[in-house]
Every structure is written in structure tokens, then in C-alpha cells.
């Protein structure tokens, strides 16, 4: 089975551009997460979805982040415009969402954002 | 709010070996659940193992073991066997069992293996 499945899988752009990262979750699954990982801040959720709806946004940084999920295979964060504190590893992961311990969360193999 | 610490920036151990790896975490939930993961340099986030905070057994999974402590909030990662291959960032993740699905993170621990 396809895993998680991200793109680009590297992106350098400059500041002030808008820059889009494509997820597309495991088949099946329901829950959808975006994380963002620093060197200062570490591994932190930005947004989810269950059944394409956003449940917790509470991590999106400012308005100048975006993120969507127009059906069961396809999410999208968005960023406009860019600023070079935004360079980030940006990790998708999707789950099952059976409301059990084996709802483990996989993880996309990230993007690598760097914005100058 | 939940939050997961890891003492150890860094690890080494020689190859072969066994190593722990400690994680603490607080919280005031009574159902939840706790992850290992392990970030290789290809930064690819891979599950090792997870616990479920109402067993008292403490998972396994092959070379990999935990010891789960509830009352002292502790979730140490056991290696044994080291192997070069075994080398990564590890990072300790904690769930709630209701509500939020997110995953929290601790800051993480770099294992070493030395040959």
C-alpha cells in the first residue's frame, strides 16, 4: 500500500511568494494532520481534519497560513505570503480514526521548505 | 495543557548494546496514549512502538521494549541489541484516549551507535 504522499519534497522560494504543499493521505483513512518541525520549536500540529472538516486549527500560526481539504484524498497548506521564519519541515500524517490505539498516525516523508 | 519532556539531547551506545531512552510527560487524563517514533536522516517519521495508558503490560516489539510507569508520568524506550541501523533522532509522542487526536512531541533524543 501507498503511504502518505507529499509534494514537493523540497521547495526553496522567496519571500513574500506563495507556496503550496499537497498531501494525499492513505486510502482510508479519515483523519488528516499537518505538522511543522523547527530546530527552536520542535514537532508541532498546525491543523486537522476528520472527514475533510478542520476540527483543531489552534497551531496555524497566522492568517498567512491556509490549509484545506476539499475531499478524502487531497489537502493543501497554504502560505501567503512567505517569510523566512516559515523555513520549516512541513510532515502530513494521516489515521484511521477508530477512536483506538491503533489509530496511529503515519507520516509523509515531509517538505522541506526554505524560504529566502 | 499535555506536555512530553526528554532529558537526553543525545545518546551513544556501542553496537550490540542496550540503551534507554527516557521520556516523562503530564497530564491530567486518565485515558491516553504514548508513542515512540523514530526520525532516521531521511527524516522520515516511523513508528517504533506505542502503549495504552490503561495496559499494564509494557508493549514490545522485537529489540524494542518500554517501561511504562502511570504513576510517575514516565515512558522510557529500551533498545537492545543495538544496531548500526538503529542510529536516528527519537522522539516520544503522547495522545489524548478522548477529544484532541494531535500528537504531542517531546523535543527529542539523538542515538548514536557507535561500531
Known amino acids: 500500500d501507498a503511504g502518505v504522499i507529499q509534494s514537493p519534497r523540497h521547495e526553496v522560494t522567496e519571500m513574500g511568494q506563495e507556496v503550496t504543499l499537497r498531501c494525499k493521505p492513505i486510502?482510508?483513512?479519515?483523519?488528516l494532520f499537518w505538522y511543522r518541525q523547527t530546530m527552536m520549536r520542535g514537532l508541532e500540529l498546525l491543523i486537522y481534519?476528520?472527514?475533510?472538516?478542520?476540527?483543531?486549527d489552534s497551531g496555524m500560526p497566522e492568517d498567512r497560513f491556509s490549509a484545506k481539504m476539499p475531499n478524502a484524498s487531497f489537502s493543501t497548506l497554504k502560505i501567503q505570503p512567505s517569510e523566512p521564519r516559515d523555513s520549516a519541515v512541513y510532515f502530513c500524517?494521516?489515521?484511521?480514526?477508530?477512536?483506538?490505539?491503533?489509530?496511529?498516525?503515519?507520516f509523509g516523508p515531509g517538505t522541506r521548505l526554505t524560504v529566502l | 495543557a499535555q506536555t512530553v519532556t526528554q532529558s537526553q539531547p543525545e545518546m551513544s551506545v556501542q553496537e550490540a548494546e542496550t540503551v534507554t531512552l527516557s521520556c516523562t510527560y503530564d497530564?491530567?487524563?486518565?485515558?491516553?496514549?504514548l508513542f515512540w517514533y523514530k526520525q532516521p536522516p531521511s527524516r522520515q517519521m516511523i513508528l517504533v512502538i506505542r502503549?495504552?495508558?490503561?495496559?499494564?503490560q509494557n508493549a514490545t516489539e522485537n529489540r524494542f521494549s518500554v517501561n511504562f510507569q502511570k504513576a510517575a508520568k514516565s515512558f522510557s524506550l529500551k533498545i537492545s541489541d543495538s544496531q548500526l541501523g538503529d542510529a536516528a533522532m527519537y522522539f516520544c509522542?503522547?495522545?489524548?484516549?478522548?477529544?484532541?487526536?494531535?500528537?504531542?512531541f517531546g523535543q527529542g533524543t539523538r542515538l548514536t551507535i557507535n561500531p
Open positions: 500524517a494521516s489515521s484511521p480514526n477508530r477512536g483506538m490505539a491503533t489509530d496511529t498516525q503515519y
Open positions: 486510502s482510508g483513512h479519515n483523519s
Open positions: 481534519f476528520n472527514n475533510n472538516v478542520p476540527i483543531d
Open positions: 497530564t491530567s487524563e486518565s485515558d491516553y496514549y
Open positions: 502503549q495504552e495508558a490503561y495496559k499494564q
Open positions: 509522542a503522547y495522545r489524548s484516549g478522548q477529544g484532541a487526536q494531535k500528537l504531542v
